[in-house]
């Protein structure tokens, strides 16, 4: 199972693990989410808002300034992890406290 956890007061998100959903290069879910954190890490980067730690089967963003854009990018990452969730709740969890 991929868990999400997004904490707001210092703005982090920690993806980790692995949807087993399918054989690699075939889960939908792990590719689906994959897809999506990495896009948003890279643009919270490339503008200067935050960083971000990859590692196999984890990624941590971190916004150090929050601005319009990086709170538009979070929330709209949060509502689509959140909406896989909810299709797929045997494989990706998603916390936010």
């Known amino acids: 199972m991929i868990k999400v956890l997004y904490s707001k007061r210092m703005p982090t998100i920690e993806i980790k693990g692995h949807a087993l959903f399918a054989s690699a290069g075939n889960d939908i879910v792990c590719s689906a989410v994959s897809i999506l954190t990495q896009y948003?890490?890279?643009?919270?980067?490339?503008?200067?808002?935050?960083?971000?730690e990859k590692k196999k089967g984890y990624l941590k963003i971190t916004v150090r300034n929050e601005t319009e854009v990086s709170k538009v990018l979070i929330d709209y990452l949060i509502k689509s992890l959140i909406s896989i969730s909810n299709d797929y709740p045997r494989n990706l969890k998603v916390e936010v406290r």
């Open 40 to 52: 948003v890490a890279e643009i919270i980067e490339n503008e200067g808002l935050g960083t971000y």
